[in-house]
């Protein structure tokens, strides 16, 4: 079997999930800020900052994907795991959980209760909790790696 294999299904997915990042961000965001003004008028006034910040959060989910691509190209190099990389992917998706917690939950909160629908928060919550299990395992592999040097 290829050694670079699962690097390869790695950069596939990779490629996939930016690619679904972009398309959230050009075609969901911005319908996103104009329901919140059409929906929750009382609220309309912050539907700039709120996207704002969920586009901050964007930028912190492409850059923690842009650290695990350079992470597979130093394994495909047969390289150490890059503490760096690891750390900045931390950082990242911790930031990214952060923002959209602050930004896009209340969102969620207000929609599931207009709704009556709680599975909706239950699936915000899992949104925002999935980076911090990406981050807690990048800070496993940075103490690994520490611990091998």
């Known amino acids: 079997m290829n050694k670079k294999l699962p690097t ?3 950069r596939i997915i990779t490629i996939l999930t930016a ?19 059409k929906n929750f008028p009382e609220y309309a006034f912050w539907q700039y900052p709120i996207l704002i910040g969920v586009y901050a959060a964007a930028v912190c989910f ?3 994907l842009f650290q695990f691509w350079l992470l597979m190209s130093n394994i495909d190099r047969a390289d150490a795991l890059s503490i760096n990389n690891l750390k900045a992917i931390r950082i990242s998706t ?3 959980s952060i ?8 969102i969620i909160f ?8 709680p599975g909706l928060i239950l699936a915000g ?3 925002d909790l999935f980076p911090i299990g990406i981050a807690a395992f990048a800070a496993v592999l940075e103490r690994i790696c ?3 040097i």
Do not use: H, N, Q, S
């Open 8 to 10: 390869i299904i790695l």
């Open 99 to 106: 923002l959209y917690f602050l930004f896009a939950m209340p």
């Open 146 to 148: 520490k611990r091998d």
């Open 94 to 96: 911790i930031v990214f």
């Open 110 to 117: 207000l929609a599931a209760e207009a709704d009556d629908a």
């Open 19 to 37: 690619v679904a990042g972009i398309l959230v961000c050009i075609f969901v965001l911005p319908g996103f800020g104009t329901a919140i003004a």
């Open 62 to 64: 492409f850059f923690a």
């Open 125 to 127: 919550a899992f949104l």
